[in-house]
């Protein structure tokens, strides 16, 4: 071909091809790209420990979960339990032994020689040997006396003194027997027997004995005996000189019983009244009290005496004493006393079994001179003690468990929220006991738990407290703190855990402590107290009910397109119309750990209405996103945390949740909403510690739009 037309040719077809060109590409235009917009949610973990948050039954310390109860016995003041029971009591001092007026009276008898032989009747006025012979002197032929002072009388102890006088100038021999008997019922009274002879002219002294005897006031003296005579010597026969004289006197004669003259009978006598069996007193002042007498003189004599309460002090520390002047059986009634401020103040022992108070009486009763009165050692002067409306300011002593009643506590336990069983491990009790009673004291406890099905179950603890110091010689003590521990080590810790793993809705806790112990001595003032507080702790297994918790909420307002009024100050996040009416992508993310033993489900509810995404309402958005349970070891304790991340697109009509077309315009609030939903564990326990938890570690929303540039 020519080379020109090769040349030409060239040139056509690039002329083609630039008008084929300039016929299929249209005018430049301007870049257009996508942006993307996180919009944060939350970012929130959720411990287990929190569940101990919703309820003051629930505790955790450290990595321990668990029940606790606690609470405080308000103070119970020994005040007015420091009582002495109303006493009506008679302290009688009685007459017993006394002495009667016969005690100088003697009395004079004469025998002649006829009396013990007879034939001496023939010799009057002649001389001649008297021979041997026997003799028995009886009621009608011996000696008689009669008393002119008694008329009977019961002998205690006395004595009859014997002269004898021989006037016989020869012995009487052995065996010689006298007794001394009552003329009335020839009752021996007393016997003698002679170990020698009495010799002739000679004087001999002897005493009967008399003991536990009742005779009258005629006597006689039988005599049994014989006599060697006079051999062959001759006596003169006189009968008025041939006499055996006997002088008989009473001498220390008491009685418990007679009818006589009797003299002034002096006494100083003291006797007990008993006041109670609850306290041994050594010292005790009385805060309040009324004190009564009634004086009774039972005796047939007039009485003159000081009656003196000798360990009853007035506040000038006299004894309480007062002069009694009584005819016979009458009857004396004294005004009230007031013993407040008083004091009573013993010698007792604290090992004795009843509190008394000594009564002294101290006087003597008028000699009846000549007349005779009918007296027994049982004829008594009474006192008729009232001592009621005792209160005490302290006592210094012994106590023999002083019952105290302390006041009641009524707890309601609420351990349901979100559980729907519980198993406790190593329950405790702790008792803090605050005590200012100076004594032993022993406290009873009873817990009684119930339910409202009506099921109950009772423990009762019984403690010895420790007693407050003493102060001596002051009326007070120093409070003594006592910390009680029931745990595993305690014998009665079985009982408790039975108690306990009730979970009672209600616990009502009765107490009262016994103060005192016979024979240990302390002191209580009526403003010495006791109080303490009380707490059950118990770490445990849990089963869970079928829970929703929420987590958190965001707020994002959408301004609606030129929107110009004045934007809420409480917006969370703020898009713009001209933003969100560019949409083109919406995707939700979130970053999850889990630390508990069972699986759980973050819910993300996003709606227009507040009370769609939490009153479980239909929402546009209604997210559910699972995780595993974290791994465990053999004990069912969580070692490692599992984590997960996820990512979820939104539907076009979900993200269009988040345009703003309002017409009028105004802001548009969508609600975001994060849950947590723990699956019920179907009453099966699980051992969830403390810091357990559910995080969401990082969520939002990523919105992607379309950027054109114009």
Same mark, same amino acid.
């Given at each position: 071909?020519?080379?020109?037309?090769?040349?030409?040719?060239?040139?056509?077809?690039?002329?083609?091809?630039?008008?084929?060109?300039?016929?299929?590409?249209?005018?430049?235009?301007?870049?257009?790209?996508?942006?993307?917009?996180?919009?944060?949610?939350?970012?929130?973990?959720?411990?287990?420990?929190?569940?101990?948050?919703?309820?003051?039954?629930?505790?955790?310390?450290?990595?321990?979960?668990?029940?606790?109860?606690?609470?405080?016995?308000?103070?119970?003041?020994?005040?007015?339990?420091?009582?002495?029971?109303?006493?009506?009591?008679?302290?009688?001092?009685?007459?017993?032994?006394?002495?009667?007026?016969?005690?100088?009276?003697?009395?004079?008898?004469?025998?002649?020689?006829?009396?013990?032989?007879?034939?001496?009747?023939?010799?009057?006025?002649?001389?001649?040997?008297?021979?041997?012979?026997?003799?028995?002197?009886?009621?009608?032929?011996?000696?008689?006396?009669?008393?002119?002072?008694?008329?009977?009388?019961?002998?205690?102890?006395?004595?009859?003194?014997?002269?004898?006088?021989?006037?016989?100038?020869?012995?009487?021999?052995?065996?010689?027997?006298?007794?001394?008997?009552?003329?009335?019922?020839?009752?021996?009274?007393?016997?003698?027997?002679?170990?020698?002879?009495?010799?002739?002219?000679?004087?001999?002294?002897?005493?009967?004995?008399?003991?536990?005897?009742?005779?009258?006031?005629?006597?006689?003296?039988?005599?049994?005996?014989?006599?060697?005579?006079?051999?062959?010597?001759?006596?003169?026969?006189?009968?008025?000189?041939?006499?055996?004289?006997?002088?008989?006197?009473?001498?220390?004669?008491?009685?418990?019983?007679?009818?006589?003259?009797?003299?002034?009978?002096?006494?100083?006598?003291?006797?007990?009244?008993?006041?109670t069996h609850e306290m041994i007193l050594t010292k005790a002042k009385f805060r309040t009290g009324r004190f009564k007498l009634n004086v009774n003189n039972h005796l047939p004599?007039?009485?003159?005496?000081?009656?003196?309460?000798? %360990? +009853?002090?007035?506040?000038?520390?006299?004894?309480? $004493?007062?002069?009694? &002047? #009584?005819?016979?059986?009458? *009857? !004396?009634? @004294?005004?009230?006393? %007031? +013993?407040?401020?008083?004091?009573?103040?013993?010698? $007792?022992?604290?090992? &004795? #079994?009843?509190?008394?108070? *000594? !009564?002294? @009486?101290?006087?003597?009763?008028?000699?009846?001179?000549?007349?005779?009165?009918?007296?027994?050692?049982? &004829?008594?002067?009474?006192?008729?003690?009232?001592?009621?409306?005792?209160?005490?300011?302290?006592?210094?002593?012994?106590?023999?468990?002083?019952?105290?009643?302390?006041?009641?506590?009524?707890?309601?336990?609420?351990?349901?929220?979100?559980?729907?069983?519980?198993?406790?491990?190593?329950?405790?009790?702790?008792?803090?006991?605050?005590?200012?009673?100076?004594?032993?004291?022993?406290?009873?406890?009873?817990?009684?738990?119930?339910?409202?099905?009506?099921?109950?179950?009772?423990?009762?603890?019984?403690?010895?407290?420790?007693?407050?110091?003493?102060?001596?010689?002051?009326?007070?003590?120093?409070?003594?703190?006592?910390?009680?521990?029931?745990?595993?080590?305690?014998?009665?810790?079985?009982?408790?855990?039975?108690?306990?793993?009730?979970?009672?809705?209600?616990?009502?806790?009765?107490?009262?402590?016994?103060?005192?112990?016979?024979?240990?001595?302390?002191?209580?003032?009526?403003?010495?107290?006791?109080?303490?507080?009380?707490?059950?702790?118990?770490?445990?297994?849990?089963?869970?009910?079928?829970?929703?918790?929420?987590?958190?909420?965001?707020?994002?307002?959408?301004?609606?397109?030129?929107?110009?009024?004045?934007?809420?100050?409480?917006?969370?996040?703020?898009?713009?119309?001209?933003?969100?009416?560019?949409?083109?992508?919406?995707?939700?993310?979130?970053?999850?750990?889990?630390?508990?033993?069972?699986?759980?489900?973050?819910?993300?509810?996003?709606?227009?209405?507040?009370?769609?995404?939490?009153?479980?309402?239909?929402?546009?958005?209604?997210?559910?996103?699972?995780?595993?349970?974290?791994?465990?070891?053999?004990?069912?304790?969580?070692?490692?945390?599992?984590?997960?991340?996820?990512?979820?697109?939104?539907?076009?009509?979900?993200?269009?949740?988040?345009?703003?077309?309002?017409?009028?315009?105004?802001?548009?609030?969508?609600?975001?909403?994060?849950?947590?939903?723990?699956?019920?564990?179907?009453?099966?326990?699980?051992?969830?510690?403390?810091?357990?938890?559910?995080?969401?570690?990082?969520?939002?929303?990523?919105?992607?739009?379309?950027?054109?540039?114009?």
């Open positions: 071909m020519p080379k020109d037309l090769n040349h030409n040719a060239k040139w056509i077809l690039v002329a083609v091809l630039i008008i084929a060109l300039s016929c299929s590409i249209d005018k430049p235009k301007a870049p257009s790209w996508e942006l993307d917009l996180k919009v944060p949610l939350t970012s929130k973990s959720y411990q287990m420990s929190e569940i101990a948050d919703d309820s003051e039954h629930l505790y955790a310390e450290g990595k321990e979960f668990g029940v606790i109860i606690e609470g405080e016995f308000d103070t119970t003041f020994v005040a007015d339990n420091l009582t002495i029971e109303p006493v009506e009591e008679k302290a009688s001092f009685e007459l017993g032994v006394f002495e009667i007026a016969s005690a100088d009276t003697q009395v004079d008898s004469s025998l002649t020689l006829d009396r013990f032989w007879a034939p001496a009747t023939q010799y009057v006025g002649s001389s001649v040997a008297v021979p041997s012979f026997a003799f028995h002197l009886g009621r009608d032929d011996g000696a008689t006396y009669e008393f002119d002072d008694f008329i009977m009388i019961a002998i205690d102890s006395g004595a009859a003194d014997l002269r004898i006088t021989n006037n016989f100038l020869f012995p009487l021999g052995l065996p010689l027997i006298l007794e001394l008997k009552d003329s009335y019922t020839d009752q021996t009274l007393s016997t003698l027997e002679f170990d020698e002879p009495i010799p002739g002219g000679a004087v001999v002294l002897r005493q009967f004995e008399i003991r536990d005897k009742v005779f009258s006031n005629k006597l006689y003296i039988q005599f049994t005996g014989q006599s060697a005579g006079s051999d062959t010597s001759k006596i003169f026969m006189e009968m008025s000189e041939r006499i055996l004289i006997l002088e008989l006197s009473v001498s220390n004669l008491f009685a418990s019983y007679a009818k006589a003259q009797l003299p002034e009978i002096h006494f100083d006598k003291t006797e007990s009244l008993e006041l004599l007039d009485a003159h005496f000081v009656l003196t309460f000798l %360990d +009853l002090f007035d506040a000038n520390g006299r004894n309480y $004493s007062m002069n009694v &002047d #009584l005819g016979k059986q009458s *009857r !004396v009634e @004294y005004d009230e006393i %007031d +013993l407040s401020g008083w004091t009573l103040q013993t010698n $007792s022992n604290p090992m &004795d #079994l009843i509190q008394t108070m *000594r !009564v002294r @009486y101290q006087g003597y009763t008028d000699s009846t001179k000549a007349q005779l009165v009918e007296v027994s050692k049982n &004829d008594s002067i009474s006192v008729d003690t009232y001592l009621k409306d005792v209160t005490l300011e302290y006592v210094r002593g012994a106590i023999n468990r002083l019952e105290v009643e302390m006041p009641g506590v009524e707890q309601d336990i609420d351990l349901k929220y979100r559980l729907s069983g519980i198993r406790l491990r190593n329950a405790s009790l702790q008792l803090i006991v605050h005590n200012r009673i100076a004594f032993p004291i022993e406290l009873d406890m009873t817990m009684t738990g119930s339910l409202a099905s009506g099921d109950q179950r009772v423990y009762t603890l019984r403690e010895t407290i420790e007693p407050a110091s003493w102060i001596i010689g002051q009326a007070t003590s120093v409070e003594y703190i006592t910390p009680l521990t029931v745990n595993q080590t305690h014998s009665q810790y079985n009982s408790f855990m039975n108690f306990i793993n009730l979970m009672p809705d209600k616990i009502d806790i009765q107490g009262k402590v016994f103060i005192g112990q016979l024979g240990v001595e302390g002191m209580v003032h009526r403003d010495d107290y006791i109080f303490g507080n009380y707490k059950v702790k118990a770490p445990f297994e849990l089963a869970f009910e079928d829970t929703t918790i929420n987590f958190d909420t965001v707020l994002v307002n959408i301004n609606p397109t030129d929107y110009e009024g004045q934007k809420p100050d409480s917006i969370d996040e703020e898009l713009d119309a001209s933003i969100t009416e560019d949409l083109s992508d919406a995707t939700l993310w979130l970053a999850l750990e889990n630390h508990l033993p069972v699986a759980v489900e973050v819910l993300v509810r996003m709606d227009t209405s507040m009370s769609n995404v939490f009153g479980g309402g239909p929402c546009i958005v209604d997210k559910a996103f699972q995780l595993t349970a974290a791994s465990t070891n053999d004990n069912g304790i969580v070692t490692s945390t599992l984590q997960d991340t996820i990512s979820l697109n939104l539907t076009r009509d979900e993200f269009a949740l988040f345009k703003n077309t309002s017409s009028p315009p105004k802001i548009k609030t969508v609600v975001v909403g994060t849950q947590l939903h723990l699956p019920g564990t179907d009453g099966k326990t699980i051992v969830v510690q403390a810091d357990d938890y559910v995080a969401i570690r990082e969520s939002y929303i990523r919105f992607s739009y379309l950027i054109e540039n114009d």
